[in-house]
């Protein structure tokens, strides 16, 4: 079984920043890409950004130059850091990440319960 536990989230002005925590536990022989998604009121859920076991990141242009994503695989830990922060980025974002939970099996798609961010005007 693998669980993934989000933190960092809260209530935070516009212009301000925020940093969300993911770590996986449980189970797991290896993790391939970990991945931060948002869900806004109404809306899609949509992906923010994703970084690979190596490293390689990529962003939703609406948050490209102002949200860092991160990984500490000593950890099986990902980090968004979120800078500038816009009343559109309001949203519960969750994480996601592509996780081997076997040597009999292979990678499985796992989610984290969603954090709360909320950037008032």
């Known amino acids: 079984q693998v669980q993934l536990v989000e933190s960092g989230g809260g209530l935070v002005q516009a212009g301000g920043s925020l940093r969300l925590s993911c770590a996986a536990s449980?189970?797991?022989?290896?993790?391939?890409?970990m991945s931060w998604y948002r869900q806004a009121p109404g809306k899609q859920r949509e992906l923010v950004a994703a970084?690979?076991?190596?490293?390689?990141?990529n962003y939703v242009d609406s948050v490209k130059g102002r949200f860092t994503i991160s990984r500490d695989n000593a950890k099986n830990t990902v980090y968004l850091q979120m800078n500038s922060l816009k009343p559109e980025d309001t949203a519960v974002y969750y994480c996601?990440?592509?996780?081997?939970?076997?040597?009999?099996?292979?990678?499985?798609?796992?989610w984290g319960q969603g954090t709360q961010v909320t950037v008032s005007s």
């Open positions: 449980g189970s797991i022989i290896s993790i391939n890409a």
């Open positions: 996601n990440a592509d996780v081997r939970a076997s040597i009999y099996r292979g990678f499985g798609d796992y």
């Open positions: 970084i690979t076991s190596g490293g390689s990141t």
